[in-house]
């Protein structure tokens, strides 16, 4: 089944469409067009009438036969938690017994909300239970998201929660490497325009996620501040890497050193939540994954083995796809599109 992953960022929307041959990935379609400022925000889509241009602009990119998509909730109205449940229960009782467990957990009535599931496992400290992930939304972010695709000619066959995309792309990536230890936590962190996601991966299962109001916009004003441009003649300078000489020490060096603080923070955060103790390694994702020096910065700073998670250039590429180097050079930013079109699978 054909199946276009749809991100929707708060600077661009980001549509990918995903096959396999054999045991090899295929990039069939890609697309990317640039959203209005404030038509997308915290994930939530505020201007629905732009976004409906812009998503007009990705459906001419995709063949007839591409309709079904996935896209993803994220930001603050997303809750996921790991609850343990007896291994027992299944079917009616199970589902139950999760509505229970999450009737104390949410803050919102619970017909207010979307709840999903998934059972990672037996737990390793007592057999007795399953380890299910979880998750949570408001009704109305999963319907503007769906309603939204289908006014545009798509059938929105899944959402997902971005940071589970995210899971799934980067343990891809982990296992193209040949980096992949399921005896290992990874913190798979993507850096996006206004919001990182981190996500922790055991097994291949995300087991924690948060995110953080935090992303490229903050250089973006570094720049602006420092150099006492308009936001927008700022972000052109960024994107064209047309900066000054001394921007390395002026105004990346202060962006790095905030991408490291809110990293150092969340990894405490994870470890002194009890799910597990320890970060084995670090994969960025996102623009801010593209900046040369940060992966190297972080693994100095944390001591934590850092790599840029970037699967593209070991994919098989259909002739439809124009640019493959730009796709390649810029895998980071379609990690979550990756993960969403992964669903397919």
């Known amino acids: 089944m054909a199946m276009i992953g749809v991100d929707f960022g708060s600077s661009s929307v980001k549509a990918l469409a995903l ?3 054999s045991e090899h990935y295929v990039v069939d379609m890609v697309s990317e067009v640039s959203t209005p400022k404030g038509c997308v925000v915290d994930h939530q889509l505020q201007d629905i009438e732009a976004l409906t241009n812009v998503l007009q602009q990705v459906r001419q990119d995709f063949p007839f036969r591409y309709k079904q998509a996935a896209t993803a909730v994220s930001g603050t109205n997303v ?4 609850i343990y449940v007896d291994t027992d229960l299944s079917g009616p009782e199970l589902e139950m017994h999760i509505e229970l467990e999450a009737e ?3 803050p919102f009535p619970l017909d207010e909300i979307s709840l999903d599931f998934e059972i990672l496992g037996i ?10 992930l979880l998750s949570a939304t408001r009704t109305e972010s999963v319907t503007s998201l769906a309603g939204c695709l289908e006014e545009n ?18 343990d891809l990536y982990l296992r193209l490497a040949d980096l992949q230890d399921d005896s290992k936590v990874v913190a798979a962190i993507d850096i996006g325009t206004n919001m990182t996601i981190f996500s922790m ?3 291949g299962e995300s087991i924690y996620s948060r995110v953080q109001n935090f992303g490229g916009e903050n ?9 006492t441009l308009k936001r927008d003649e700022a972000e052109k300078m960024k994107l064209a890497q047309q900066l000054p000489l001394d921007y390395d020490i002026d105004v990346l060096a202060p962006y790095i050193t905030a991408c490291i603080q809110q990293i150092r923070r969340n990894v405490q955060l994870f470890t002194n939540s009890g799910t597990l103790q320890k970060i084995d390694m670090i994969t960025l994702s996102g623009g801010s994954a593209l900046i040369m020096e940060l992966a190297q910065e972080v693994e100095s700073e944390l001591g934590i083995t850092t790599r840029v998670a970037n699967p593209f250039a070991q994919f098989d590429y259909a002739e439809e796809v124009e640019d493959k180097e730009r796709l390649i050079a810029n895998g980071p930013r379609y990690m979550v599109a990756l993960g969403l079109a992964m669903r397919a699978f």
């Open 19 to 21: 096959s396999k041959r």
């Open 79 to 82: 809750i996921t938690k790991i």
């Open 201 to 203: 991966l055991h097994k």
């Open 219 to 227: 250089y973006t004003r570094i720049i602006s501040e420092h150099y």
């Open 104 to 106: 104390s957990l949410i």
């Open 153 to 170: 000619d798509f059938i929105p066959q899944i959402v997902d929660v971005a940071a589970h995309a995210l899971a799934r792309s980067h």
């Open 123 to 132: 737990n390793d400290n007592n057999p007795g239970k399953h380890n299910v």
